[in-house]
């Protein structure tokens, strides 16, 4: 494998901010630190965001600086848990 490795516990530059410079705009996977999940931001209205689940489902709202673009890590840490799950049920069914 080649090229430069980045240390696990340190975002690179895109994870930390959006594409347009920080700023959600609406399409953009966001954050909610009050919740803890993440969502596909709808629309926004005066102090709110209005956020739907990735899977879809009902939308929710949140205050603005409950939100943050969502990084590499969040995005990928749903999914690692979902496949660590998965091993372990098969390991399960395959121990004597």
Do not use: C
Not at 32 to 61: C, H, I, N, Q
């Amino acid at each position: 494998m080649s090229g430069t490795s980045v240390p696990p516990n340190k975002q690179t530059a895109p994870d930390l901010k959006a594409a347009h410079g920080g700023r959600l705009t609406v399409g953009d996977i966001a954050y909610d630190s009050e919740r803890k999940a993440l969502g596909v931001l709808m629309a926004e209205y005066g102090t709110l965001y209005f956020l739907r689940p990735l899977t879809g489902g009902r939308e929710w709202d949140v205050a603005k600086e409950k939100v943050h673009p969502a990084t590499t890590t969040e995005q990928l840490s749903p999914a690692v848990a979902e496949a660590n799950a998965n091993s372990l049920r098969r390991a399960d069914r395959h121990r004597p």
